[in-house]
């Protein structure tokens, strides 16, 4: 059993903490530059939740792409690419009953998609 | 209007074949590395399709991920890794109402998931 | 031989576009999304170059990420993640003595990252 | 200042543990695909180590390409599309004095390119 060998020197809150880390840090690097419009972002969003809750110790994902941007930025081809600034997710993990929440959110005073633990048990 | 800008140097064919062939390349890369699993692929299928078909001279995209692959790969986790051997796509473009299909799959004699052009007008 | 078996239905001039194209699609949405600044940027332009110059049919690949977009932005973390605005890039690619040169430049006037075809033989 | 304000809910331990996962997240889905050839892949080393290194926390990332797999499969292109199980990595991620290190390999019995934390002060 791989969790006996290589996961006995950190605590399941640390190890709860890993695996939603892992999983903030492959879904931004994933996703972002997909091709996105207001007519395909429910299928993205669906597809971003779908795989990325297959990840170890991943509850549940819930991913928010900004419409307000995908309405507001006009060219003539009526897509963008996704980039960190559209994304609103958390991503819920557990081991050994233990629960917490990783955020990504954009922040505009840091002018960067920031990543954090929201909640902890 | 960029048409007439960029692409007065190339013929519809060609560019029909250029476009088709930028798309095929971006879903590749876009998309490989993506966890999958039986119960994520349709979801995924379905976004590749949504987002690359946003793009310039794009009329549809057909995303077949190989279930036999999934099915007979176990491992603990339960789900791979997208690769390009899961992959058969076509990519019908069009320009100026001549349409191309750029087709990728996967040739076991070559070891390599190939892209090429499967019809044209 | 694949060529002779998959590509006999189109010219050379064809190939050569759609062997450029794939790769200027590749060369995107491979890289877009990788953290980036002025210490790094040289050691990114030459993986972007050598990888992809590995592609069917490609004799070079010319990369310059925009310097002055790395200094202006300004955030507490000091990198940025690559965009398709901050790219130039020039993909030669070549099939039976045909070159012709792919180009992906950020132009205002469309908002977006415009690949075409610069040059053809 | 963004740790006072996000990170004052986890310990250091769990802060260098939370950042080491992300960067390794990252790193497994911005560059799995990238074409790599025996040519290639110490540009490609150095470019995934000097990108990676950006990221908050992180004091060294060390990349292995497994060169055999380089050598061993052939095909008629002489190149691969990285995957997990060519990949051998050490992150070392740091917080206010407490350094851990997050480890990837590719894990036989398991089938599996495993992340894990290496060791913890």
């Given amino acids: 059993m791989s969790d006996e060998k290589y996961f006995k020197n950190i605590t399941p809150r640390e190890r709860a903490i890993f695996e ?3 999983t ?7 996703f972002v ?5 207001l007519e395909s972002v429910d299928s993205l969003e669906n597809a971003i939740k779908t795989s990325l809750e297959l990840q170890p110790c991943i509850m549940h994902v819930d991913v928010e792409i900004n419409r307000e941007i995908l309405k507001d930025t006009e060219n003539e081809y009526h897509y963008l690419s996704l980039t960190g600034d559209m994304l609103d997710v958390r991503v819920v993990s ?3 009953g233990i629960k917490i929440i990783v955020r990504m959110e954009y922040v505009e005073d840091l002018n960067y998609p920031l990543m954090y633990v929201e909640e902890v048990d």
Wanted: no cysteine.
């Fill in 24 to 30: 903030m840090g492959a879904l931004f690097h994933q």
């Fill in 20 to 22: 939603g880390a892992i």
């Fill in 33 to 37: 530059g997909t091709p996105v419009s």
């Fill in 94 to 96: 557990e081991y050994d």
